[in-house]
């Protein structure tokens, strides 16, 4: 059978490295850091999670969370196309952290990408 996307990238392992370090750079970016709590240790555990799933490994969001429905839980906070651009560029961040190239990267990117753009829920840009 072929390997998952999960898989390829590392496992646990590499994506534990790779989502800690794009909180790292979250915490850093001026357009970012104001929606997140201070402590982004319990964000990380549920985006590792959540990762997990997305990138065909087994589902521990659903398990312990329910239904992702994450445009839903993106809700109360304004997401903007800045916030997008922001949040991808963070990844792409830790995406070299892990040193993360080729096709397995571009396909993440583009499923990230299309995930990100499908979060921004105001246009108002004095957020
Ligand atoms: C939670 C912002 C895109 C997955 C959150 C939280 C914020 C946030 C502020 C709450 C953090 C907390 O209170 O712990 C953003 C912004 C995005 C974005 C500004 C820009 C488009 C994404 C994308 C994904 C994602 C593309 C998935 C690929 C998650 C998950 C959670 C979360 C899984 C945890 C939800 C829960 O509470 O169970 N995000 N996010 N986010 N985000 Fe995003």
Request: hydrophobic letters at 35%; a negative charge; one cysteine or more.
């Amino acid at each position: 059978m072929d390997m998952t996307p999960y898989e390829h990238l590392g496992g646990e392992e590499v994506l534990t490295k790779m989502v800690t370090n794009f909180y790292h750079h979250v915490k850093q970016n001026e357009v970012l850091a104001p929606l997140f709590p201070d402590d982004l240790s319990e964000t990380a555990r549920k985006q590792i999670q959540f990762l997990t799933q997305f990138l065909g490994g087994p589902s521990l969001y659903t398990m312990e969370h329910g239904h992702p429905m994450l445009r839903a839980r993106h809700m109360p906070f304004p997401i903007t196309e800045r916030h997008a651009k922001a949040w991808l560029e963070c990844m792409g961040k830790a995406m070299d952290s892990v040193s993360l190239e080729g096709p397995l990267r571009d396909f993440i990117t583009s499923r990230l990408t299309m995930t990100a753009y499908h979060m921004v829920n105001t246009s108002d840009d004095s957020h």
